[in-house]
């Protein structure tokens, strides 16, 4: 079936650390792809967003995430997080028809540790 | 930009009662969208409008739901007959037509079924 895979949902770590979440579609063809954030008791965020171009997309807050085209993956990255960053990571996909209704995974909670 | 809004951002009911959402997108968005999220899940779409034109609807999207946007600007979601099932948070998203801009999420209505 198609869909976003994301894995590891819980992830807890310390300040400083580096964090990386998984993404990967099944979907072929042309996808536009998207992370969005979602802060305790808020309203989901778009953190970046991936068109076209440059596979490394930078966003909000020093986050970055690369597409590699050739393993179906958008993974997120932040080098150094804060207790700030702690929130639920959403991977989506637009799909490659109709239209532009996202298909999202099953989100990652990241919890910072001070 | 004052944001999607949705109301109300709590509804408990009891189940086979009757209920209606709203969203207000932002105002000079033409696409709206409505997603459904569950405890532990990504949000799930649900239905697209372009403008007032109901466009897309989702296989989840049972008889018992209907959506309405009728003048262009805001939305309703009723859902008829409330089962255990549906109990959710039902999120509401608008975008412009240019294909390379995201949706912007608003903070969702929890329905609670008794």
């Known amino acids: 079936a198609q869909s976003v895979s994301q894995h590891n949902h819980h992830v807890i770590l310390s300040e400083a650390a580096s964090l990386e979440l998984g993404c990967n579609y099944s979907?072929?063809?042309?996808?536009?792809l998207f992370w969005y954030v979602q802060y305790p008791g808020q309203h989901l965020q778009l953190l970046l967003k991936?068109?076209?171009?440059?596979?490394l997309v930078k966003g909000i807050k020093g986050f970055e995430a690369e597409f590699i085209k050739s393993k179906f993956s958008f993974n997120l990255r932040k080098p150094s997080v804060q207790w700030s960053d702690t929130a639920e990571y959403f991977c989506a996909v637009t799909l490659p028809y109709g239209n532009n209704r996202l298909a999202f995974g099953k989100g990652n909670q990241v919890v910072v540790i001070p | 930009d004052t944001g999607v809004s949705q109301n109300p951002r709590h509804k408990i009911t009891k189940r086979g009662q009757n209920v209606t959402f709203r969203c207000d997108p932002i105002?000079?968005?033409?696409?709206l969208y409505w997603y459904r999220q569950t405890l532990g899940q990504g949000p799930e779409f649900l239905t697209y409008?372009?403008?007032?034109?109901?466009?897309?609807k989702s296989r989840l999207l049972s008889d018992r739901f209907s959506a309405e946007r009728p003048k262009g600007s805001f939305s309703t979601l009723e859902i008829q007959r409330t089962e255990q099932g549906d109990s959710a948070m039902y999120l509401c998203a608008s975008s412009s037509d240019r294909g390379d801009q995201p949706q912007h999420f608003g903070d969702g209505t929890r329905l609670s079924i008794l």
């Open positions: 991936y068109f076209s171009g440059d596979p």
């Open positions: 105002s000079e968005h033409n696409r």
């Open positions: 979907y072929g063809g042309t996808v536009n």
């Open positions: 409008f372009q403008n007032e034109a109901q466009l897309e």
